[in-house]
């Protein structure tokens, strides 16, 4: 990262982790990508022109495209980035034609999955929302189990508040692990797991592609006092 930008007359270098940091916190960390990509252009054109082949070509992206399973999109992420702000749907989400290309390299690749992730983590966790509900919409059983263990636990709040349940210390234990024992019977026989892997396969899928393919939109820069 830090080695694609030529060096400065005094012969300064500053480790690539603490330069993403600066560009991050300036809101420049979309120059990494704009940068990597027209080394990307400059070297394949450099190849092209001497012995690469479309086989090279070829190869290359489909290194780029595999390494996403050696990529952690969830490094950078944190419990504030679900408390932060949405980010709109239409301009910063989804974007325009021009907010998409392939990655120009691996490390290109890992940069945008994991600040994407970060950046648009609470549109991410929505859309997850949304296809577990199409998920229980196409499996009214896991619908059904699902209510049926909230209802299960309601209920046992509500014995507990009328009888004081907190007075019996083992009784209230025992009648824990029964409920405890039929809502995991209700879920697997109704096949609530599988809506729910269902939901995470298509979640996980749509996120990791969105985040490879998206390029890093430029933020505001933070405003600083005199």
């Known amino acids: ?3 694609a930008f030529s060096s400065n007359p005094l012969s300064l270098s500053l480790p690539d982790p603490a330069f993403e940091s600066w560009l991050r916190d300036s809101g420049y960390l979309e120059l990494l990508d704009t940068n990597s990509a027209a080394l990307s252009t400059t070297s394949s054109t450099t190849a092209t022109t001497t012995s690469a082949t479309i086989t090279h ?7 780029t495209f595999f390494s996403l399973l050696t990529v952690n999109p969830f490094a950078k992420l944190t419990t504030d980035d679900f408390s932060a702000r949405t980010p709109s749907w239409t301009h910063e989400f989804f974007g325009f034609a021009g907010s998409y290309s392939f990655p120009s390299s691996p490390d290109t690749l890992k940069l945008r999955v994991q600040e994407n992730v970060k950046r648009y983590a609470r549109n991410y966790a929505t859309l997850f929302i949304l296809f577990f509900a199409c998920s229980l919409y196409q499996m009214p059983l896991a619908l059904l189990g699902l209510i049926s263990s909230l209802a299960i636990w309601d ?3 509500f014995s507990s508040d009328k009888w004081k349940f907190d007075r019996y210390p083992v009784i209230r234990q025992i009648l824990i692990r029964i409920a405890q024992c039929a809502t995991v019977i209700i879920l697997i026989c109704l096949n609530v797991q599988m809506a729910l892997f269902y939901a995470l396969s298509v979640g996980y899928t749509v996120m990791i592609l969105h985040a490879a393919f998206r390029k890093l939109a430029s933020q505001k820069q933070p405003s600083r006092g005199r």
């Open 1 to 3: 990262m830090g080695r």
């Open 57 to 63: 070509s070829l190869f290359h992206y489909l290194w």
């Open 155 to 157: 209920l046992f709040k």
